[in-house]
């Protein structure tokens, strides 16, 4: 499957490449055009869109992409229904919803500096939602959802 979104990734155009590579599909090409092609790339290229206004998956209300994709896909999987909160949290700015959701929004911010390059920028984080993931396993399996 192809899926496009806006470039310039920040931590819903990360993670939700990230969901999409790790549970829906992982050979998923990732294509980034500025926001005004979205919805045009996608037609052309029969891709699906994300993270975008007028997108086939962007934010509902308090949900963001990511929260989005996790129920329209039926995702229940307890550590990433964990890591939804952290990533919400981040990308919605409303930080108080999770103690670690400043620290991923820091982290994106960085991330973007040090990689401008949207498809490095998302090699090298995927690295950190691999690991935030573990961590969200090893939350649950303590009881700590």
Not at 7 to 35: G, M, N, T
Not at 98 to 118: C, K, Q, S, T
């Amino acid at each position: 499957m192809k899926w496009v979104t806006r470039s310039h990734v920040h931590v819903d155009r990360v993670a939700c490449p990230w969901l999409i590579r790790r549970f829906l599909d992982s050979q998923a090409e990732l294509i980034f055009v500025p926001k005004s092609r979205v919805l045009e790339t996608a037609q052309r290229e029969g891709a699906i869109s994300y993270d975008s206004p007028g997108a086939a998956y962007d934010h509902d209300g308090d949900l963001c992409t990511f929260d989005v994709l996790i129920r329209e896909w039926g995702l229940t999987d307890a550590p990433l229904l964990r890591m939804a909160k952290i990533v919400n949290g981040a990308d919605t700015r409303r930080y108080d919803q999770d103690p670690i959701a400043r620290g991923l929004e820091a982290l994106a911010v960085g991330y973007a500096l040090r990689f401008p390059d949207d498809q490095k920028n998302l090699e090298m984080q995927f690295q950190l939602y691999d690991a935030l993931y573990a961590w969200c396993s090893l939350e649950v399996a303590k009881g700590n959802s």
